[in-house]
């Protein structure tokens, strides 16, 4: 247990919907990180947050946004959910000492029906 | 920007034997190397790491190496087990750039036959 938390563990939606996916990075970590794993594209960076601001952004939809908030916890959102948006989506956080440590969450498994 | 490319996409070894993951690197700046495990319905985890100060870094059965000049790293895992089959991603990053991006190969997905 790397002791990233990530909700929910599932979500089936339809096209065009909007979805929240929330995470809580391990006690004490600053920077979350946000990721996406399709079958065959590997993990694909989204965005960091480091203590509520946003630090890095990666290959990220317009579609898509994420922040944090002051109790450390961060939420992606999605909308005009399309089929191919349905992944993987883990989230990540590291500690202010080791930014380059990440340890993942168990994920969120989308599915965009 | 980095790209990391990773090989092989999938590799499979009996049981007792070694197994090889290699990847390249194309920014030389990239000073932080870590490798990934990512077991069946998790999430990726960290099992070991090497910064552009060694060249070699060994940890039980796994050892990862780093040729600076040639921009490349490996990893090594040897006596490999049933436990060791999943998918392992390497990557590569700047450790001072305060973007703290990490850029992943794709994976290479590990069969340890029986």
């Known amino acids: 247990d790397s002791g990233v938390t990530q909700t929910p563990k599932h979500l089936i939606t339809a096209t065009g919907q909007r979805v929240t996916l929330r995470c809580s990075p391990r006690s004490g970590d600053l920077s979350v990180y946000w990721y996406q794993q399709s079958l065959d594209q590997g993990l694909q960076f989204l965005i960091q947050?480091?203590?509520?601001?946003?630090?890095a952004k990666g290959n990220i939809l317009e579609r898509f946004s994420a922040q944090q908030f002051p109790d450390l916890h961060s939420e992606l959102n999605l909308s005009s959910l399309e089929l191919g948006d349905s992944a993987l989506y883990f989230c990540?956080?590291?500690?202010?000492?080791?930014?380059?440590?990440?340890?993942f969450g168990p994920g969120t498994r989308l599915t965009v029906t | 920007g980095e790209n990391v490319e990773q090989h092989p996409s999938t590799l499979s070894v009996q049981e007792g034997d070694s197994a090889v993951i290699k990847c390249t690197y194309s920014?030389?700046?990239?000073?932080?190397f870590p490798w990934y495990k990512q077991e069946l319905g998790k999430g990726p985890q960290l099992i070991i790491d090497?910064?552009?100060?060694?060249g070699e870094k060994k940890d039980q059965r796994i050892a990862v190496t780093l040729n600076k000049t040639a921009k490349h790293f490996s990893l090594h895992i040897t006596e490999t087990q049933p436990e060791d089959s999943a998918v392992y991603f390497c990557?590569?990053?700047?450790?001072?750039?305060?973007?703290?991006?990490?850029?992943f190969g794709k994976g290479t997905r590990l069969h340890i036959l029986p």
């Open positions: 090497i910064r552009s100060n060694v």
């Open positions: 990557a590569a990053s700047i450790l001072e750039n305060r973007d703290d991006k990490i850029i």
């Open positions: 990540a956080s590291s500690p202010p000492w080791g930014p380059h440590e990440q340890y």
């Open positions: 947050y480091y203590n509520g601001e946003e630090r």
């Open positions: 920014d030389s700046a990239s000073n932080y």
